[in-house]
């Protein structure tokens, strides 16, 4: 069993920065492939980063790629998403996910891979 707790979001102008961090509790974490998705209303939850569970793989959204760098600390069972030059169109509620299964190093980016997710944290970039 894996519980996510998500923090660092917030209001944030375009151009500016804000760090998400994932806090994982249960002893497959430093296993699991960690990834970062996002909602709009009314709008399907969308993939926007993922990690591999040793840190040597990362993958990103087009949308995101150069903007945003994802991160772990295996020993402090987290994981985080700095996210620089924001966009009002980044506006999202961002929720962490841990994927469990077989990945090896694997980065999936697709949903179903996932089977633990955080309560989600909101980021809200103004123009």
């Known amino acids: 069993q894996v519980q996510l707790i998500e923090s660092g979001g917030g209001l944030v102008q375009a151009g500016g920065s804000l760090r998400l961090s994932c806090a994982a509790s249960?002893?497959?974490?430093?296993?699991?492939?960690m990834g970062w998705f996002r909602q709009v209303p009314g709008k399907e939850r969308e993939f926007v980063s993922v990690?591999?569970?040793?840190?040597?793989?990362?993958d990103y959204a087009d949308s995101v790629k150069g903007r945003f760098t994802i991160s772990r600390d295996n020993a402090k069972n987290t994981v985080y998403l700095q996210m620089n030059s924001l966009k009002p169109e980044d506006t999202a509620v961002y929720y962490c996910?841990?994927?469990?299964?077989?990945?090896?190093?694997?980065?999936?980016?697709?949903?179903?891979?996932?089977?633990?997710w955080g309560q989600g944290t909101q980021v809200t970039v103004s123009s």
């Open positions: 249960g002893r497959t974490f430093s296993r699991a492939a």
């Open positions: 996910a841990a994927a469990s299964g077989p990945w090896g190093n694997d980065t999936p980016r697709f949903r179903l891979a996932y089977d633990y």
């Open positions: 990690i591999s569970w040793s840190g040597s793989n990362t």
